[in-house]
T-cell receptor, first 113, second 111 residues
Framework: DAGITQSPRHKVTETGTPVTLRCHQT?????MYWYRQDPGHGLRLIHYSYGVKDTDKGEVSDGYSVSRSKTEDFLLTLESATSSQTSVYFC????????????FGPGTRLLVL | RKEVEQDPGPFNVPEGATVAFNCTYSNSASQSFFWYRQDCRKEPKLLMSVYSSGNEDGRFTAQLNRASQYISLLIRDSKLSDSATYLCVVSLMNRDDKIIFGKGTRLHILP
């Protein structure tokens, strides 16, 4: 158990509203990631972090921002939610760099109406 | 060619049978390989890493063929609890530290 929690676990929101998802880890790992998973697309990387205040974009970063002010928390914000952002969002951590094993949180199911 | 390709399945296999799936990757610079398992409505979890010499963990055997750029997963004596989606994962050890997930192969073990 890598000690990863995500909140909320489920959320329904309306188009145009801001949404923040939280990922919390208890193991002090340096690398944290946000993915979205959609049918037909598999897991796609949104943003990742390699340390406090150090973040970078993934392949589907448009419409998303992230922040990491503490080692244990990685926040994903949808500035103005759109229906295309309806998805399952997974947070992950890796013990080292990206090429090492990743451990996933339980996911957040987001529905944007 | 897609970076990581898997047959989406589903593979419908009777309990006790042996099943194998392959995953092909396009970048010859890929250096780390993994199989993850994902149950319905759950997060992916590491099943096993794949080493150059091949490796086994109980009923599961993983192999890597660098020349042909594929990895494989063999499940022997399949159990009902093996029903899941199996994700192939490939990573590149370069400045981008890129990790790529396949879309997964669905496996249904039939009683």
């Amino acid at each position: 158990d890598a000690g990863i929690t995500q909140s909320p676990r489920h959320k329904v929101t309306e188009t145009g509203t801001p949404v923040t998802l939280r990922c919390h880890q208890t193991e002090n790992h340096r690398y944290m990631y946000w993915y979205r998973q959609d049918p037909g697309h598999g897991l796609r990387l949104i943003h990742y972090s390699y340390g406090v205040k150090d973040t970078d974009k993934g392949e589907v970063s448009d419409g998303y921002s992230v922040s990491r002010s503490k080692t244990e928390d990685f926040l994903l914000t949808l500035e103005s939610a759109t229906s295309s952002q309806t998805s399952v969002y997974f947070c992950a951590i890796s013990l080292g760099r990206a090429q090492e094993t990743q451990y996933f949180g339980p996911g957040t199911r987001l529905l944007v109406l | 060619r897609k970076e990581v390709e898997q047959d989406p399945g589903p593979f419908n296999v009777p309990e006790g049978a042996t099943v194998a799936f392959n995953c092909t990757y396009s970048n010859s610079a890929s250096q780390s390989f993994f199989w993850y398992r994902q149950d319905c409505r759950k997060e992916p979890k590491l099943l096993m890493s794949v080493y150059s010499s091949g490796n086994e963990d109980g009923r599961f055997t993983a192999q890597l063929n660098r020349a042909s750029q594929y990895i494989s997963l063999l499940i022997r004596d399949s159990k009902l609890s093996d029903s899941a989606t199996y994700l192939c994962v490939v990573s590149l050890m370069n400045r981008d530290d890129k990790i790529i997930f396949g879309k997964g192969t669905r496996l249904h073990i039939l009683p």
